[in-house]
């Protein structure tokens, strides 16, 4: 092999890789995660919605936590926007109004399906509260929430404050891999949150100053990630954007690996979209960190995850495939493979071991969890919580998965294959 | 409004990335030194083995020490068997990262000419001592162009297992191209495709099965017990 062109890329990748662990982990060192706890002095009014579609089964969860916040029973308000709903989410949403006369909840009924972004811009539009805030039908919201959130906003400079984003239902391998997901995930904003570098403010329980959304023109109706749009937004005009680890929403994951793949395909395709459509942020000194450090690393992700989909196939499933063909010329015969590992271990020298991987792989595997370890701390979570096969089935499962997602996104890019909400 | 640059943390880390990185190529480089110093052991100790045994042989001849050929006959087996792992041994080394292709070559090279040292030398004991012995020689290439070469190491080692000593095999990497023998022995034999054998001067081109195998060599043995 020599120093071969793969071996080129691999080299960069791990360089790359490493310098931004390295880069995130000195720069929790420097600012530390601890959440300053504001006590808070005055209660303007927030306004809560939630985009609804075909949401029946969640929808009066997440109306009673948004109803049960710890924060005058007043100063919330909250609509429903029901996005043209083929099952009871109608019904369920006036119930809901009736079944709380003295809660200001109001209803927007949408005659045809209009999307996300159109629905928050119509609520946006009679919204009264000074924040405004967007909780999606599937997620449960903390009852602290508003009242750790709302200080954040005595700077002038925040536009945006985000809760802790935690899995409902961690259940079955796809929903105890996201509990881990979400949790480094979380534990990593928190950090790029104390240089202003997050890029996305979800759709559980993200709380703007609505007069900074109205600046900025609102959402985008035609986005599939308008989400991470209206974040790029923000970070284009300037604006602070807050992660805090202190309070936690929970939120409904796909649980079918189809679901799972559809939710990702969107999101990372809608990553994609949106890094063309701010490209002059990229390497843009004008964004500080994000501008410099953010938007390169979300860009070339996606093409590392590809190139990583390719090497795992090279590397492992090729080898494995072609053990099996060739095995089957001795029918399988067990003692051969024996002999022949007897062999290698009885002749097996130390000058055998390829010491440069080692170094590599052993530095990455200790600040991966690293990482790991720090993320749980920071989230208030243990590993064995959802059961001792998560953090592993996490580690082995989750790159191999997301790599192949990434794949998929690629292919539906190159013959433009792009969804509609 | 000015963005803030993590300036500081970005050199921080930038430091310490291409300090593990080249901390990892120096000991891969100082590793690779150290192994080709390894295979130099290795294949003088080899050319000493074969010295051994061709003056021990030309003693049996001289003496008419027949009874001496048993023993000869192993020492070859467990001489090209060792041979094969320090084959082996320089493939791995070579598939790794390495400044030194030079070095490996050289290597290779010495392996390529040791192993047919033996072959001939196999060949020619098998006139006086006359051992029921069938030497094959495996020419294969590098995955790309070789397909089947896996599947046929395969079948060789099997078989390997089972005849011990009453088979002695030796592989050729035809994909090197820094020792001209090879070049000439596969002119010599016509040799155009991989994976092919040479089973005691007979090509055989095209992957070989074991079935296939057990009936050539069975018309080689005399003593056919066990293989047919």
Redesign the interface.
């Known amino acids: 092999?020599?120093?071969t062109i793969t071996?080129i890329l691999i080299?960069l990748i791990?360089?790359i890789s490493?310098?931004?662990l390295?880069?995130w982990l000195?720069?929790f060192l420097?600012k530390g995660l601890e959440d300053e706890e504001l006590k808070i002095t005055s209660f303007p009014k927030v306004t809560i919605t939630v985009p609804a579609y075909n949401e029946e089964k969640g929808l009066a969860e997440t109306i009673y936590s948004i109803l049960e916040l710890d924060y005058p029973k007043e100063k919330i308000e909250v609509i429903i926007v029901n996005d043209c709903s083929k099952d009871k989410t109608k019904e369920i949403a006036i119930q809901l109004k009736q079944d709380n006369p003295n809660r200001d909840i109001k209803i927007i009924n949408h005659k045809i399906n209009q999307g996300k972004g159109k629905g928050m811009n119509n609520a946006l539009k009679i919204a009264k509260g000074e924040f405004f805030v967007c909780l999606d039908a599937d997620s449960v919201i903390q009852n602290n929430a508003l009242k750790k959130m709302i200080p954040v906003f005595e700077n002038k400079r925040v536009s945006a404050v985000l809760p802790l984003m935690k899995v409902k239902n961690p259940y079955g391998l796809m929903g105890k891999l996201q509990w881990c997901e979400y949790l480094i995930n979380l534990f990593y904003k928190g950090i790029m949150g104390k240089?202003?570098c997050v890029h996305v403010a979800p759709g559980p329980f993200s709380v703007y100053r609505k007069k900074v959304l109205d600046e900025i023109g609102g959402f985008d109706e035609n986005n599939l990630t308008e989400d991470l749009e209206i974040t790029f937004r923000l970070q284009k005009s300037?604006y602070k954007i807050v992660q805090l680890l202190n309070t936690s929403v929970y939120t409904r994951v796909p649980l079918t690996w189809k679901a799972f793949y559809k939710q990702r395909n969107r999101w990372y395709k809608g990553t994609m979209i949106n890094m063309f459509g701010y490209k002059d942020m990229i390497m843009n000194?004008?964004?500080?960190?994000?501008?410099?450090?953010q938007m390169p690393k979300i860009f070339i992700s996606g093409f590392i995850a590809v190139f990583v989909f390719f090497l795992i196939v090279y590397h492992l499933l090729r080898p494995f495939f072609?053990?099996i063909?060739?095995?089957?010329?001795?029918?399988f015969?067990f003692?051969?493979f024996l002999?022949?590992m007897t062999?290698k271990i009885l002749?097996f020298?130390l000058?055998?071991?390829?010491?440069?991987?080692i170094?590599?792989g052993v530095?990455s595997i200790a600040l991966a969890l690293t990482v790991l370890k720090l993320s749980f701390r920071y989230t208030k979570e243990r590993y064995s919580n959802q059961g001792w096969i998560s953090v592993p089935a996490y580690l082995i499962l989750y790159g191999v998965i997301a790599s192949g997602i990434w794949l998929g996104v690629f292919i539906d890019l190159i013959f433009r294959r792009v969804q509609k909400w | 409004m000015v963005r803030r640059i993590s300036r500081k943390n970005m050199l921080t880390a930038g430091i310490i990335t291409l300090s593990i990185f080249i901390i990892g190529i120096l000991v891969g480089v100082t590793m690779s030194e150290k192994r080709v110093a390894y295979g130099d052991e290795q294949m003088i100790e080899q050319k000493m083995e074969l010295d051994s045994l061709q003056l021990q042989y030309a003693f049996i001849d001289q003496a008419n020490l027949v009874n001496h050929c048993a023993a000869l006959s192993t020492a070859i087996d467990e001489n090209v068997k060792k041979l094969g792992i320090i084959g082996d041994k320089i493939q791995t080394f070579s598939s790794d990262i390495n400044f030194d292709e030079e070095e490996y070559d050289r290597l290779k090279r010495e392996y390529v000419l040791s192993e047919m040292r033996f072959w001939l030398f196999a060949k020619k004991s098998q006139e006086i001592c006359k051992k029921d012995v069938a030497s094959i020689i495996y020419f294969y290439s590098n995955e790309a162009d070789c397909f089947d070469c896996g599947a046929q190491s395969k079948v060789l080692t099997y078989l390997k297992e089972q005849l011990q000593d009453r088979l002695l095999i030796f592989s050729i990497d035809t994909s090197f191209k820094g020792e001209p023998l090879i070049g000439m022995l596969k002119e010599a034999y016509g040799i155009e495709s991989y994976p092919s054998l040479l089973i005691n001067d007979e090509l055989h081109p095209g992957l070989v099965d074991e079935e296939d195998l057990r009936s050539m060599l069975c018309k080689i043995y005399e003593d056919k017990n066990g293989v047919c």
Do not use: C, P, Q, R
């Open positions: 092999m020599y120093v071996s080299w791990y360089i490493l310098f931004f390295t880069f000195l720069t420097e240089i202003d300037h000194k004008k964004y500080g960190d994000f501008g410099l450090l072609k053990f063909y060739n095995t089957s010329f001795v029918n015969n003692d051969i002999a022949t062999n002749n020298s000058l055998e071991l390829n010491y440069t991987n170094i590599f530095t």
